[in-house]
T-cell receptor, first 113, second 115 residues
């Protein structure tokens, strides 16, 4: 099993749609989680941090299910500008010290008019 | 403006040559990291440094070397021993290293192509 696994997509949705991405991780001891957004040929940018059961920021909601070892990202009312690759990132996924982040391969989202 | 800078943005190298990628941050972060990203893949950790004059190998350190002589700077050398160096290289920093809460912030990246 991969340390961090995401559905690569691509997800193609119309403007205004709600879309959800899931991410699973293998190390039950992992404590902190992040969603990054990466535009084409650019660096990843931090979208949300998830330390407890979840986090909400405007149209974006992240949820953590420790029992099932997955994190989800929900985007409501999708905008064209949400088109990007979304990276699921886990702190300590590899069973090593905290602080070493393990990145999923990313989920591609395209929002169309 | 606080941030992380990387240079150059694009770099072309002939096989057998060493090349050094620059990374500078003015965020006063203790920890710095180097990752590489290949098409369709997640980021993989090359080296990291938690504090000045100290650094550790990441998951794919072979063929790379680093130094951390100043807090602000963490250059990466891609040596001729690296078998497949063409990739997108990303530098990141965080307030402290190996912490439970470790939000990392990235520079704009250097795209290295070996000809």
């Amino acid at each position: 099993r991969k340390e961090v696994e995401q559905d690569p997509g691509p997800f193609n949705v119309p403007e205004g749609a709600t879309v959800a991405f899931n991410c699973t991780y293998s190390n039950s001891a992992s404590q902190s989680f992040f969603w990054y957004r990466q535009d084409c040929r650019k660096e990843p940018k931090l979208l949300m941090s998830v330390y407890s059961s979840g986090n909400e920021d405007g149209r974006f909601t992240a949820q953590l299910n420790r029992a099932s070892q997955y994190i989800s990202l929900l985007i409501r009312d999708s905008k064209l500008s949400d088109s990007a690759t979304y990276l699921c990132v886990v702190n300590g996924a590899g069973g090593t010290s905290y602080g070493k982040l393990t990145f999923g391969q990313g989920t591609i989202l395209t929002v169309h008019p | 403006d606080g941030g992380i800078t990387q240079s150059p943005k694009y770099l072309f190298r002939k096989e057998g040559q060493n090349v050094t990628l620059s990374c500078e941050q003015n965020l006063n972060h203790d920890a710095m990291y180097w990752y590489r990203q290949d098409p369709g893949q997640g980021l993989r950790l090359i080296y990291y440094s938690q504090i000045v004059n100290d650094f550790q190998k990441g998951d794919i350190a072979e063929g790379y070397s680093v130094s951390r002589e100043k807090k602000e700077s963490f250059p990466l050398t891609v040596t001729s021993a690296q078998k497949n160096p063409t990739a997108f290289y990303l530098c990141a920093s965080s307030l402290e290293g190996l912490a439970l809460y470790n939000e990392q912030f990235f520079g704009p990246g250097t795209r290295l192509t070996v000809l």
